[in-house]
């Protein structure tokens, strides 16, 4: 006779054991009552069949059915074949009628032939791969309990050309480590079998040099073993192995190595992503030589949209360079060796050329590119008034064509962090051009003015950091005293934001962020859906930082928050910077560095997905990986805590800093590298070779996604080169400092190939990314590694072979000054740098690209009916036409900074044009001629004389 029981499901929330598993599906999970692509067991890849799960029940009883919740895996497996058995005595034996073998689409539900009395319950697959999502066990006569289900759509995984190794068990940072930094090592074992030890061995000396312990642990991902190896410094290149299980290649421990990141990133990748005429280094799949960018609006007209740096993988580019400007000029201040040309300084007015062509003469953001126009290109058909990069829109309230980028609800957060570049600009290098940087400063102080009329009193978010960071720069910039009792008062509003109570439950308790808005009533979201979802109620101070706000802003966070570091730098005997110290550490310690303690990675938060924060423990939520990826938030963190332990003095921040470098190198549960050039296993771009999707040394990608919305572990998707991404990426390149080169010597600009990725050489050749200048002008080359240490005097610049070089070549200073000869066709020179002694040597070629040459005269005449007519001189050399430039004068509510194109001529003798607009006095004209052959551009030549209109 059968005992009746009380209890349903035998097997809910019981003692399980497995074959293997792999993270985060552990075992545990398939008994948890809880069915979604998360809570789910699945065996590891790893480990051979058959494949084994069992349940232990609290004491043993009548069991007369189960039913089981299977997860479709995407493989050949997924028609189920497996065999239930129960544990009596030493052996295991089939329960009768517990064989299980056809497809199924709905839970499999077996009644036993005969009710077994057990404890010990188990799945055994016998030729399969299977996830059980959820296994239940019923006593005899029980109705079958159905599990709770989440709901969530699941994301599909999206594997074009991920062509990396995805069996790396062994995790280190495939780059490497400073001697005297933390270094650990974690194993992805499957839970088959558990490891003692592991090895670091040296490649050079071709042994084993050390062996430390392992233990395992249960984390956020899952379940991993750990070991340590900080103890051993010596510098060398090594792997580390485990049993059968290495790292992937070598890594080097090694001193300065990790400033080899700052050159990739700070000259190297945002050299090659410069887009524009004149750009020298790169090559962005593009039919023609030079790109000569316009934009066309609705009503049918072209504009000029200025220089910049390349975003995402598509060309497109916004005002973000604004903030690149800033980080750039940040980047100065650390002093960084290798900037001996004021290549910096460069990056600064190229940047700051693109983000004025966008600004509006009042400031205020006034242009943006519709980044879903049909002919976006891949390419350009090099012809001026084409409008090439698409279509201009109100890039505030063309919200949908700007892909949320810029949106009403977060205005005045876009007008403010966009200000910042040229502010940092104008503080840092004023003496270098003051009647350019004057014009700059005018239009940001009437940028700052107009946003205060537009959002006065500003709005209690989180965006008050960058407006506390204005203002205070404008104090310095003006010494009114206005600015700086504003940036004081609003930085305090700023932390009136921080969460001061602790949420969480007994496994993690967290505080310290900053709150979305002060007011819920002020919520701009309030009634309506935002492209990322809410998770708690709009009173409540668990909502994240990440969710709930348009895409610019989260894109943004946390690089804003550094507003706070600036105003201790510009004020650091206000009365309130213990307030503010106090805030970052708060942040940092308590919020940032208490998460990142719940996985042995030390990764931090970032952003919320659609569905809500996915990780929820108590009154704390959070979540790691997002469903479009994007997760470069995360380095942003690890600069922001590195930023913070320097300046406080708390080598635990520090470290933390650092693992978010080893996290991007390859020390993930996926064992992926996410930054090109310092990482080994690496994929290549998901385009096709002839596309823009190159592996730009030093770029970072938008890194890895969750596959789900209820899942939070790493998954590969897909690759893009986001300008916010890498803004993260030179802000954490800026804190790690680079003081001494860790390769031999290099010069710069050089020739580039894209950096070595895990990709067939078939399918993705690594493209070269070319050099070329203009005959006639001069550019500044610079040298770094060992030139460094030994002292301009020790090193020669030769052209061709020839020290300082020939007329026919160009002619090269002791600086690395090089002028480019004139020439009537491209041209192919060699430009080096080598030691006197004979001990190094560094080489590139250059393309010399023929262009006008020769002063031209310009001269203005205001016509009778208020017309203006320009004529000017024939330019000498290779001449296609001419293009006419016009500078608007500084007034009380606007300010003209650059000179942008508003026409051109299509012929050599065509030497006049006509402005038929209104132009006001103070206003400035300029001609340049360029040079068109063959389907190529080949840029530019001098500027004329300026003329300014009385």
């Known amino acids: 006779m059968n005992p009746t029981y009380s209890k349903a499901n035998l097997a809910l929330n019981q003692s399980v054991a497995a074959s293997s598993f792999q993270n985060p599906y552990l075992p545990s999970k398939a008994v948890s009552g809880l069915?979604?692509?998360?809570?789910?067991?699945?065996?590891?890849?790893?480990?051979?069949?058959?494949?084994?799960?069992?349940?232990?029940?609290?004491?043993?009883?009548?069991?007369?059915?189960a039913v089981l919740h299977f997860w479709r895996t995407g493989s050949p497996d997924d028609g189920v074949r497996f065999q239930l058995e129960y544990e009596a005595g030493e052996q295991w034996l089939p329960i009768p009628g517990g064989f299980h073998s056809r497809e199924y689409s709905k839970p499999v539900t077996l009644e036993f032939h005969e009710a077994v009395f057990a404890r010990k319950v188990r799945i055994l697959f016998r030729d399969a791969w299977l996830s059980l999502s959820e296994f239940q066990l019923y006593p005899p006569g029980t109705a079958y309990e159905?599990?709770?289900?989440?709901?969530?759509?699941?994301?599909?995984?999206?594997?074009?050309?991920?062509?990396?190794?995805?069996?790396?068990?062994?995790?280190?940072?495939?780059?490497?480590?400073?001697?005297?930094?933390?270094?650990?090592?974690?194993?992805?074992?499957?839970?088959?079998?558990?490891?003692?030890?592991?090895?670091?061995?040296?490649?050079?000396?071709?042994?084993?040099?050390?062996?430390?312990?392992?233990?395992?642990?249960?984390?956020?991902?899952?379940?991993?073993?750990?070991?340590?190896?900080?103890?051993?410094?010596?510098?060398?290149?090594?792997?580390?192995?485990?049993?059968?299980?290495?790292?992937?290649?070598?890594?080097?421990?090694?001193?300065?190595?990790w400033g080899e990141y700052q050159r990739l990133i700070a000259l190297q990748y945002f050299g090659a992503r410069r887009v524009g005429e004149d750009s020298i280094v790169g090559?962005?799949?593009?039919?023609?030589?030079?790109?000569?960018?316009?934009?066309?609006?609705?009503d049918g007209s072209y504009r000029y949209i200025g220089k910049g740096f390349?975003?995402?993988?598509?060309?497109?580019?916004?005002?973000?360079?604004?903030?690149?400007?800033?980080?750039?000029?940040?980047?100065?201040?650390?002093?960084?060796?290798?900037?001996?040309?004021?290549?910096?300084?460069?990056?600064v007015r190229w940047g700051l050329d693109g983000v004025l062509s966008f600004l509006g003469k009042d400031g205020l953001l006034k242009h943006g590119l519709h980044i879903r126009t049909p002919d976006i290109h891949y390419g350009t058909d090099g012809l001026f008034e084409s409008g090439d990069e698409g279509l201009l829109i109100d890039p505030i309230r063309d919200q949908e064509e700007n892909a949320y980028e810029y949106s009403v609800i977060n205005e005045e957060v876009i007008h403010t962090s966009l200000l910042l570049g040229p502010a940092e600009a104008c503080l840092l290098y004023y003496d270098k051009d003051p009647e350019f940087f004057e014009r700059v400063k005018q239009l940001v102080i009437r940028g700052c003015r107009n946003i205060q009329r537009r959002f006065g009193p500003y709005p209690h978010k989180y965006s008050l950091s960058a407006w506390a960071w204005l203002n205070a720069l404008l104090y310095r910039m003006t010494g009114e005293d206005h600015y700086r009792e504003t940036a004081v008062a609003e930085a305090n509003r700023f932390i009136g934001l921080q969460v001061t109570e602790w949420h969480g439950d007994a496994?993690?308790?967290?505080?310290?962020?900053?709150?979305?808005?002060?007011?819920?009533?002020?919520?701009?979201?309030?009634?309506?859906?935002?492209?990322?979802?809410?998770?708690?109620?709009?009173?409540?101070?668990?909502?994240?930082?990440?969710?709930?706000?348009?895409?610019?802003?989260?894109?943004?966070?946390?690089?804003?928050?550094?507003?706070?570091?600036?105003?201790?730098?510009?004020?650091?005997?206000?009365?309130?910077?213990?307030?503010?110290?106090?805030?970052?550490?708060?942040?940092?310690?308590?919020?940032?560095?208490?998460?990142?303690?719940?996985?042995?990675?030390?990764?931090?938060?970032?952003?919320?997905?659609?569905?809500?924060?996915?990780?929820?423990?108590?009154?704390?939520?959070?979540?790691?990986?997002?469903?479009?990826?994007?997760?470069?938030?995360?380095?942003?963190?690890?600069?922001?805590?590195?930023?913070?332990?320097?300046?406080?003095?708390?080598?635990?921040?520090?470290?933390?800093?650092?693992?978010?470098?080893?996290?991007?190198?390859?020390?993930?549960?996926?064992?992926?590298?996410?930054?090109?050039?310092?990482?080994?296993?690496?994929?290549?771009?998901?385009?096709?070779p002839d596309s823009v999707g190159k592996a730009y040394p030093g770029a970072v990608c938008n890194g890895f996604n969750c596959i789900s919305g209820s899942n939070d572990h790493p998954q590969f998707q897909y690759w893009e080169f986001y300008g916010y991404a890498n803004l993260a990426s030179l802000w954490f390149a800026t804190e790690l400092g680079c003081f001494r080169a860790a390769s031999g010597l290099e010069l710069w600009p050089r020739e580039l190939r894209e950096a070595q990725h895990t990709s067939s050489p078939d399918e993705h050749p690594r493209?070269?990314?070319?050099?070329?200048?203009?005959?006639?002008?001069?550019?500044?080359?610079?040298?770094?590694?060992?030139?460094?240490?030994?002292?301009?005097?020790?090193?020669?610049?030769?052209?061709?072979?020839?020290?300082?070089?020939?007329?026919?070549?160009?002619?090269?200073?002791?600086?690395?000054?090089?002028?480019?000869?004139?020439?009537?066709?491209?041209?192919?020179?060699?430009?080096?740098?080598?030691?006197?002694?004979?001990?190094?040597?560094?080489?590139?070629?250059?393309?010399?690209?023929?262009?006008?040459?020769?002063?031209?005269?310009?001269?203005?005449?205001?016509l009778a009916d208020g017309a203006i007519q320009l004529t000017w001189n024939t330019a000498h050399g290779n001449v296609s036409g001419y293009t006419i430039w016009m500078r608007t004068p500084?007034?009380?509510?606007?300010?003209?900074?650059?000179?942008?194109?508003?026409?051109?001529?299509?012929?050599?003798?065509?030497?006049?044009?006509?402005?038929?607009?209104?132009?006001?006095?103070?206003?400035?004209?300029?001609?340049?001629?360029?040079?068109?052959?063959?389907?190529?551009?080949?840029?530019?030549?001098?500027?004329?004389?300026?003329?300014?209109?009385?």
């Not at 699945?42 to 009548?62: K, N, T």
């Not at 039919?287 to 066309?296: E, F, M, P, Y």
């Not at 604004?322 to 300084?345: F, N, R």
């Open 35 to 65: 069915i979604s692509e998360a809570e789910r067991w699945l065996p590891s890849r790893h480990h051979a069949g058959p494949h084994w799960f069992v349940v232990e029940l609290q004491h043993a009883g009548w069991i007369g059915s």
């Open 146 to 257: 159905a599990p709770r289900s989440s709901g969530e759509p699941v994301l599909e995984q999206v594997r074009k050309n991920a062509d990396f190794d995805p069996n790396v068990k062994v995790l280190v940072s495939q780059f490497g480590y400073h001697p005297e930094h933390k270094k650990k090592v974690v194993y992805l074992y499957d839970g088959s079998t558990n490891a003692d030890t592991f090895e670091l061995f040296d490649v050079t000396k071709n042994r084993v040099v050390y062996m430390g312990r392992l233990k395992t642990v249960e984390d956020d991902f899952g379940r991993v073993q750990t070991g340590d190896f900080t103890d051993w410094t010596d510098e060398g290149e090594y792997f580390i192995r485990i049993g059968n299980d290495r790292s992937y290649r070598t890594f080097r421990i090694q001193t300065d190595l």
């Open 283 to 298: 090559d962005y799949g593009d039919t023609i030589a030079v790109r000569w960018d316009d934009a066309k609006s609705a």
């Open 310 to 347: 390349a975003d995402g993988d598509d060309l497109r580019r916004f005002a973000n360079a604004s903030l690149l400007v800033a980080q750039y000029c940040m980047l100065k201040h650390t002093e960084p060796y290798w900037d001996s040309s004021d290549w910096i300084y460069d990056q």
């Open 507 to 688: 496994e993690v308790q967290a505080k310290g962020w900053y709150r979305y808005i002060a007011h819920p009533e002020l919520d701009p979201w309030a009634g309506t859906t935002p492209r990322y979802g809410k998770f708690s109620a709009l009173d409540s101070e668990t909502r994240s930082p990440w969710g709930e706000k348009p895409e610019q802003e989260i894109m943004i966070i946390p690089w804003i928050y550094q507003g706070l570091f600036r105003l201790l730098d510009l004020f650091p005997a206000a009365p309130s910077a213990e307030r503010w110290s106090a805030s970052i550490q708060v942040y940092v310690r308590d919020y940032l560095q208490a998460i990142s303690k719940q996985n042995v990675y030390g990764l931090t938060p970032m952003k919320v997905g659609r569905n809500g924060l996915i990780r929820q423990k108590g009154t704390l939520s959070y979540q790691y990986h997002g469903e479009i990826g994007r997760m470069f938030h995360q380095l942003a963190n690890g600069a922001l805590m590195m930023k913070a332990g320097k300046r406080f003095g708390v080598s635990s921040w520090v470290d933390a800093g650092w693992e978010h470098a080893y996290y991007f190198t390859g020390m993930n549960p996926l064992g992926v590298g996410a930054i090109y050039g310092l990482s080994s296993n690496i994929p290549s771009q998901q385009y096709l």
């Open 767 to 862: 493209h070269r990314l070319p050099v070329r200048m203009k005959g006639g002008f001069t550019y500044r080359f610079t040298s770094w590694g060992l030139s460094a240490d030994k002292g301009d005097a020790a090193q020669e610049w030769l052209v061709n072979g020839v020290v300082g070089g020939t007329a026919e070549a160009g002619w090269i200073t002791e600086k690395g000054a090089y002028t480019a000869p004139e020439v009537s066709e491209e041209t192919i020179v060699t430009v080096a740098v080598r030691l006197k002694d004979g001990s190094a040597y560094s080489v590139t070629r250059v393309t010399i690209m023929p262009v006008p040459s020769g002063a031209i005269e310009l001269h203005a005449h205001r």
């Open 890 to 950: 500084v007034t009380e509510n606007e300010a003209g900074t650059i000179f942008e194109r508003i026409g051109f001529t299509g012929d050599k003798a065509e030497t006049n044009f006509r402005v038929a607009f209104p132009c006001a006095p103070g206003t400035q004209f300029q001609v340049r001629a360029y040079y068109r052959s063959q389907g190529k551009n080949y840029g530019y030549g001098p500027e004329s004389t300026t003329v300014t209109l009385k």
